[in-house]
């Protein structure tokens, strides 16, 4: 890791800290970092410190994130990488563009380049880590940056400029899990862990990082086919209230709803929370991950939806919601402190190699200095080989399975 400040100081002391460690040369090198280094040098000044080190034949993937966990702490300042060099192992990287204006495809050219580099492996058991460009805050004509808008002026047009905003200046929802199903169509037989790049929970900016390209809006992902046995589970830190709406009216592609129970999206969840019109403010999208709704799709699996931006009477949802139904979740830091545990018990971990780990930035805002359990818990199973990165939204999904798109989740992947 590094904590350094200037961009290409900090790009040059996480290479050099990690590969330092290897005994021959790293196959891959997964790079990590806040977003601080926007204003201290910029990110491509961050990545030529790292080429600066780095063996020019080495593949690379990361991006930006809300914050990390490593052996050394817990971290929202800095940058983190996590190399592997291995003899029984193929990989290969990909990356796709335009997430926000053509999810499918930019998932399934990212997902065609790595299936067609290992095809031919003779390893059997095969994983996919993967980063999508996140959510950001669209700036609407009139009203800017939009967070929250009062009132219902133009209540008929919030459709159109959602999809206008998506395609023309690709801000607002990330749609990960469209970008999912195209890499999920080349590489079904993989294991899948992966999550949204982020800011610092302002929804303003992410990057990805891919070689020494540094990109917006895209996909990056490695996969890998190994001898070692793969392990990967996943655990929630929420509760189910009980309290349950129909959706009655839906917008864009069901990012946005606009009825619960035949009345206005915003006011019932207001009134299921509890909070007062004037809450909504700037800061909402700190508020929200603790109650977010919920709906049970299809195979039985509970998805999580954040409220990200309020327009007027309608709700935009950080995902596509898959129900008519939906019901108010809320969560505690006991609740997802034990989600760790609960991960930990099903996968019965015995001689791990490394542990790498993706998890839900709402769940670092809530726990605070009690995230320092989740490191505890870490390290005590992996020494110092185990990076957590936590981001906006979760994707995790086994072999032949469907690849949930997740939130406010704690995913682990262990290689044995």
Known sequence: MSRKWEAREAGREVARNTIKKLKTPPNFFLLFSTIHYKDHGGFEEFLKGVWDI?????????????????????????????A?????????????????????SSGKKCASTINEALKNSKYQNKVLLN????????????FGITRVIKGNIVPKLWDLLFHTSEITMQKGV????????????????????????????????????????????????????????????????????????????????????????????????????????????????????????????????????????????????SHNVVSDEIELLDTSGKKLIGAIDDTIDLMEIKNPLFGYSISCCARLETLGKNINFTQNKMKEIFGDNFVVLYTMGENRGKPGEKVQQLQETFNLLSIS
């Open 174 to 317: 990330g749609r990960e899990s469209e970008v999912i199903l195209g890499l999920r169509r080349e590489l079904n037989d993989y294991y899948f862990i992966g999550g949204g790049s982020n800011d610092d929970n302002n929804y303003l900016y992410n990057y990805q990082f891919y070689n020494k390209k540094l990109l917006r809006n895209s996909v990056v992902a490695l996969g890998l086919a190994t001898d070692r046995d793969i392990l990967l589970e996943g655990g929630y830190g929420l509760n189910r209230t009980g309290k349950k709406l129909k959706i009655t009216k839906k917008g864009w592609k069901s990012y946005i709803i606009k009825e619960l129970d035949a009345t206005p999206a915003t006011d019932q969840y207001l009134d299921a929370v509890g909070w007062p019109r004037d809450l909504l403010d700037a800061r909402i999208n700190h508020k929200t991950p603790f109650f977010p709704f919920g709906a049970i799709d299809d195979e039985g699996i509970l998805h999580p939806y954040p409220v990200g931006i309020f327009l007027g009477d309608y709700l935009v949802f």
């Open 84 to 104: 592997v060099s291995y003899e029984n192992m193929d990989f290969a990287i990909g990356y796709g563009k335009n997430t926000k204006r053509r999810p499918f």
């Open 131 to 142: 980063f999508i460009s996140g959510g950001q805050y669209p700036k609407l004509p009139i």
């Open 54 to 82: 780095l063996p020019d034949y080495t593949s690379l993937i990361g991006g930006t994130i809300t914050g990390f966990i490593n052996s050394k702490g817990c971290f929202t300042r800095g940058a983190t990488a996590f």
